[in-house]
């Protein structure tokens, strides 16, 4: 069975610094990789998926995410943090059905 | 360009009570998918949806679960005779097809008393 572990449940992290959320995934074919957020009180929100085209893949509000075979990884980052990036992260891998992770808590430092 | 929806938005039962929570996709996703969060968890699958093939249903809790899609649009969770572990919030989502990105609706939050 498909699965991802997220690293670290919260991270806090000053506005303007660089934002990386981990996340590694155990899969036996490639796997289709996914980032959303979710505010509160809010459903879901696709931030970028990997769907093997390419390892470096840009999503929405200035996050990217690197594919990486070697380390089964799939971190996300932002350069430069915003306020508004404060927000629950969730890591899925598709089999049909998402499997998530427990989800990664970002605060921003003012 | 209207998302997914789902209603109500929040749901108060007693314990024992019936429930139904409707989800309206995205038209012309012929996936669709009923997620269960709990407080500070990630989603978990339900049961998932093929135009109005009930595919999997693997993750239903227990046999008071049931979902339907009879016309491969909207469709309904219920619930019969809630019990308090079934206080969660309930997430629908809908797609293009098989691993394609999910669409969720703002989710329904259930809460048994």
């Known amino acids: 069975a498909q699965s991802v572990t997220q690293l670290g449940s919260h991270v806090s992290v000053s506005e303007g610094a660089l934002v990386l959320l981990r996340c590694n995934y155990s899969?036996?074919?490639?796997?289709?990789l996914f980032w959303y957020v979710q505010y509160p009180n809010q459903g879901l929100q696709l931030l970028l998926k990997?769907?093997?085209?390419?390892?470096l893949v840009k999503g929405i509000n200035g996050f990217e995410a690197e594919f990486k075979k070697s380390e089964t990884s799939f971190h996300l980052t932002k350069p430069s943090a915003h306020m508004s990036d404060a927000a629950e992260y969730f890591c899925?891998?598709?089999?049909?059905?998402?499997?998530f992770g427990t989800g990664t808590r970002l605060t921003i430092i003012p | 360009g209207a998302g997914v929806s789902q209603s109500p938005r929040y749901k108060v039962a007693k314990r024992g009570q019936d429930v139904a929570l409707r989800c309206d996709p995205i038209?012309?996703?012929?996936?669709l998918f009923w997620y269960q969060q709990a407080l500070g968890q990630g989603p978990e699958f339900l049961t998932y949806?093929?135009?109005?093939?009930?595919?999997?249903k693997s993750g239903l809790p227990s046999d008071r679960f049931f979902a339907e899609r009879p016309e491969g649009s909207v469709s309904t969770l219920k619930i019969q005779r809630t019990q308090q572990e079934d206080s969660a919030v309930y997430l629908c989502?809908?797609?293009?097809?098989?691993?394609?990105?999910?669409?969720f609706g703002d989710g329904t939050r259930l809460s048994i008393l």
């Open positions: 989502a809908s797609s293009l097809g098989l691993n394609q990105p999910q669409h």
């Open positions: 899969s036996s074919v490639p796997p289709y």
């Open positions: 990997y769907t093997s085209a390419a390892t």
């Open positions: 899925a891998v598709s089999d049909e059905k998402l499997t």
């Open positions: 038209s012309g996703h012929v996936s």
């Open positions: 949806f093929q135009n109005e093939a009930q595919l999997d």
